[in-house]
């Protein structure tokens, strides 16, 4: 018996809309009236900063269930569980590769242009304002081995309420081990699992209504607390890490996608949009993961392989803070007069590959990170963090898109590599042309399901 073929969907399963309802025209919208506003009127824009972090604030509550609900339903919809060990291995492998080539990429630029040399700062009379003061004191007590130490939560709420996602990561992971252990008895379970995935999903789009608002509040206080002027004082430090985290992005990320996967980088730019000016206006890459981790499966890549390697991505496979760390490393260094041998940069790395692990989901993670850092090797003194930390705000941005794309570079790859990638579907999702071959649904939640073979002959 034939079946009538569904609807097909185009681009990421949407309906379409009239280009003034698009999310991420009144996103980008927001954004340029906060910039606006900060410019104009700091005092008011500087007020504004309760809306945008009300919106993260409500983001973030609903990142631990979606990274917990969606790793356990995807270890449950592996046949064999020995898969779920091979396809973790393989995107950690990939991420320390991937964080070594991105540290490499800040520390070859900085030697290159030394935009320090000549500052000629006093690490002895820099002073630090109380914000700045945290971050250091966080920085020097934090080792590099403490995101291993710290994987396992106090309790099990613990994790959730302190928003730790490798620690969610790791509850989920032994949770979704030991449903699929037990057979039949975690059945229904894992069901309801699948159904309470749903209801979040559809909280999460409740919430996404308010994104402009989120990104009008938190760019609006960005400017208008710092104020545009700090960009011109040390633009050429923010211009050499915007470009090399573009070329980064397009030269390196892009070669990976077309030689590996063969997948064009450029198409995947606009079909995550959307989740580009969420991180934009929000300056952090947590809004845009559930996004991520719905328009990857849509395109065709497996849920077990999304609900592992994105989860895990997001604390592992942080190729912005890595350029990041690299560059303000050796700038701080040229600026404090202080001299490094290939071999001491060699070893700054080593340590970086560990501490860049701490810069995922803590308020000031990049600083605190960069602190870590240089209070490890010593030869570099923390407090010249302060020559940079008026400009940090206006790098998180570029940050927090680079690790976003890094991520979803990192899944496609991994897939590739576990055969888990429909590439015909993903190519056509990514080229914008319907999808001929699948039954695709959106549900109420905005997930999307399909099937292979719909409208062929049933067996």
């Known amino acids: 018996m034939t079946q009538t073929p569904a609807p097909a969907a185009v681009g990421d399963g949407t309906p379409s809309k009239p280009w003034w309802r698009q999310l991420y025209v009144q996103v980008l919208l927001a954004i340029v009236i906060g910039i606006f506003m900060g410019w104009r009127w700091p005092d008011l824009a500087t007020s504004m900063e309760p809306i945008g972090t009300t919106f993260i604030a409500a983001m973030k509550m609903l990142i631990g269930p979606i990274v917990f609900l969606t ?9 064999d569980l020995k898969k779920v060990g091979l396809t973790g291995i393989k995107a950690l492998t990939y991420f320390q590769v991937g964080t070594i080539v991105a540290l490499l990429t800040g520390l070859v630029a900085i030697n290159i242009f030394r935009l320090g040399d000549g500052v000629h700062a006093d690490p002895a009379t820099i002073s630090t304002s109380g914000e700045a003061d945290e971050y250091i004191k966080s920085g020097e007590h934090q080792h590099w081995w403490e995101f291993l130490t710290n994987l396992v939560p106090h309790s099990f709420f613990g994790a959730f309420v302190e928003g730790d996602i490798l620690q969610v990561i790791f509850l989920a992971v032994i949770f979704g081990i030991a449903l699929k252990s037990v057979g039949k008895v975690g059945e229904p379970v894992i069901a309801s699992v699948n159904r309470l995935t749903e209801v979040v999903f559809k909280v999460l789009a409740f919430i996404m209504k308010a994104a402009p608002l989120g990104a009008f509040g ?12 700090t960009l011109t004082s040390l633009g050429s430090l923010i211009a050499l890490f915007y470009v090399t985290s573009i070329l980064f992005v397009v030269v390196v990320l892009g070669a990976v996608l077309a030689a590996f996967v063969k997948l064009n980088i450029f198409q995947l730019f606009r079909y995550f949009k959307e989740e580009f000016f969420l991180v934009l206006g929000t300056s952090t890459a947590e809004p845009a993961l559930p996004g991520l981790m719905r328009k990857l499966q849509f395109m065709g890549v497996e849920k077990s392989t999304v609900g592992l390697v994105v989860p895990t991505g997001y604390s592992f496979n942080l190729d912005g803070a890595a350029i990041y760390l690299s560059l303000a490393t050796l700038y701080i260094a040229q600026a404090t007069d202080t001299p490094l041998t290939i071999g001491q940069q060699l070893g700054l790395l080593a340590v970086m590959l560990l501490t860049s692990k701490g810069a995922a989901g803590v308020a000031g993670g990049g600083f605190i990170a960069l602190t870590a850092t240089l ?24 940050r927090a898109l680079v690790n976003f794309y890094g991520n979803a570079v990192a899944t496609l790859f991994v897939a590739k590599w576990e055969n888990n990638l429909d590439l015909a579907r993903a190519r056509a999702v990514l080229a914008g042309h319907e999808v001929p071959d699948a039954a695709v649904s959106a549900d109420s939640a905005g997930t999307f399901r399909w099937r292979r073979g719909h409208g062929r002959q049933a067996a």
Do not use: R
């Open 218 to 229: 938190a760019m609006s206080y960005a400017i208008g607390k710092f104020g545009i002027s």
């Open 375 to 398: 209070s490890t090797v010593g030869h570099v003194p923390a407090a010249g963090i302060m020559l940079i930390f008026g400009i940090d705000k206006f790098m998180s941005e570029c």
């Open 71 to 79: 790793i356990i339903g995807g270890i449950a919809g592996v046949a």
